[in-house]
């Protein structure tokens, strides 16, 4: 692989010297990148002299007027270590004013961020959100590990070692197109189903979950077409987003996208009930009370599991009890083969959080619990898992 090593201003700096020659040993190329705080604690001749090229440290210079894009397109992979406080929130905000931060933007593969700093600016809520923020958009985070700090001061903060670091990067690019040639389709989002032209029900669902979904998927590879109801996220770069409100328009979608997926994740919170028929104008105040009759909403998922095929069926339930019987009792009255477990009803996972926990309920019997993390790594241990359930499949039933 190609490696770019981006080397922050910190005292950890002489460790990233010890990562390029690791990375090396391990058969891959690698090209440094020192901001300018970094060549205060470490000089460029260390990175050339162990990685056999020149190092890149001006943005300015006269070969580089281009080169951060060109050297962008030309690598596998970015590690950042160690990543100071303020390198991890130029990367996070997008400020682009020398070599790295600039390259960073223009690269469009998997990224790994080592963080080394004093404790207290590590635990600052400003650095925390900003690591979350490169949390959210798929990076791997690797540390910081805890002990003495060379301020003086003991807690976490200290750059992992390099081998740590080097298996992290091993880690990421094993699952790193791995959903090649695959097609996705996924389900995102709530649904709004209309009482009169001017109202209607929903559900507290952002999407956060699916659009995190979408864009694992795409950055493993696959081909993804995303059903989303209403929510105010951006479209996930190289996804095929489908803008649907109701239950209805979903189901429509689902249908008519179904074609060549062979992965159907249903994360979205379809509305179980609607109108049949909405009144064509809005509904007036003329009692103290009301009361509406709702009719059921198509089960898409349901639907799904009868037509399925040789497609892998993921579907998600929300519970606020009794998660694990309930997530298995809709897997198999839904004919899933993966059903995704979300307790909701909490501040801390479920609805709207950048966070969650949940549990995988398999076809094979299997449960396995994936602890609170972030939604985009909670996406990605579900593909983790379809991946495995495939070959599992295919080995007992030849699907
Ligand atoms: O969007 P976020 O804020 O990130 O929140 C994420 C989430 C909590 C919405 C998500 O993780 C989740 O749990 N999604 C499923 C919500 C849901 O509707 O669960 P359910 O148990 O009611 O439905 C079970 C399954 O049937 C789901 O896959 C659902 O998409 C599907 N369904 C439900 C009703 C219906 N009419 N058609 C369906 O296909």
Redesign the pocket.
Known sequence: MKILLGIGGGIAAYKAAELARLLMERGHEVQAIMTAGAQEFVRPLTFAALTGRKVLTDLFAIESAIEHISVAQEHDLLVVAPATADLIAKLAHGLADDFLSTLYLAFRGPVVVAPAMNVNMWEHPATQKNVETLRQRGHRIAGPGEGYLACGMTGAGRLVDPEAIANAIARETERRRDLEGETVLI????TQEPLDPVRYIS??????????LAEAAAARGAQVTLISGP?HLAPPRGVKVISVRT?VE??DQVFANLGAAGIVI???????FHLARVPDQKVKKTAARMSVEFD?????????GRKKGDRLLI?????TQNLQQ?ARR?MES?NCDM??G?L?GGSES????DE?E?VLVLCTGETIPVPRSS?REIAERIFDEVLKLRLALHAAHGR
């Open positions: 389900t995102a989002g709530p559900n507290r669902s952002s999407g956060k979950m699916g659009y995190a929510v239950a979903m189901r249903k994360s979205a919170a379809v509305a179980d059921p909403t198509p089960d898409i998922l349901f639907e799904l579907g998600f339930a929300a519970e309930e809709k839904k059903v995704v979300n909701v479920g609805f709207e959080s969650n949940v939604k």
